[in-house]
C-alpha cells in the first residue's frame, strides 16, 4: 500500500470566494475554484483553445474557457458543451488547519 502523497499549495486565507485563481504548483499551471464552502482544483489550460481557465467565467460548477465558451465542471474536469471535447485533468483537494493541500499524482 503506498500513501497519498498531497502538496501544499496555498494558505486557506487566499482562496477566493466563489470564483477562480490560478497558481503554479510544483511547476504545474493549477486552477483552484470555490464553489460555495467546496473547493476544486484542474489544470489550468484549455483542452481546446488553450487558454488559461482562471481568465474565463466560473458560474456554479461550471468554468467558462476566455477564448472559446467551452465549459468544463470544475468537480471532475468533464466538458460541459462545445467545442470542448476532451477533458481538464482535476485533482483532489484537502483543507487542514489553514492550509490547502492537492493531490498532484
Known sequence: MTDTLWTDAL???????????GLLVNGRD????TVGSEV???DNVC??????LCDGFLEGHEIECPLHQGKFDVRTGRPT???VTEPVRSYPVKIEGQRV???LD
Open 47 to 52: 483542452t481546446h483553445g488553450q487558454a488559461r
Open 81 to 83: 458543451c462545445d467545442p
Open 11 to 21: 494558505s486557506a486565507a487566499e482562496l477566493p470566494t466563489d470564483d477562480v485563481m
Open 30 to 33: 493549477i486552477a483552484i475554484y
Open 40 to 42: 476544486y482544483a484542474t
Open 101 to 103: 493541500y492537492l493531490q
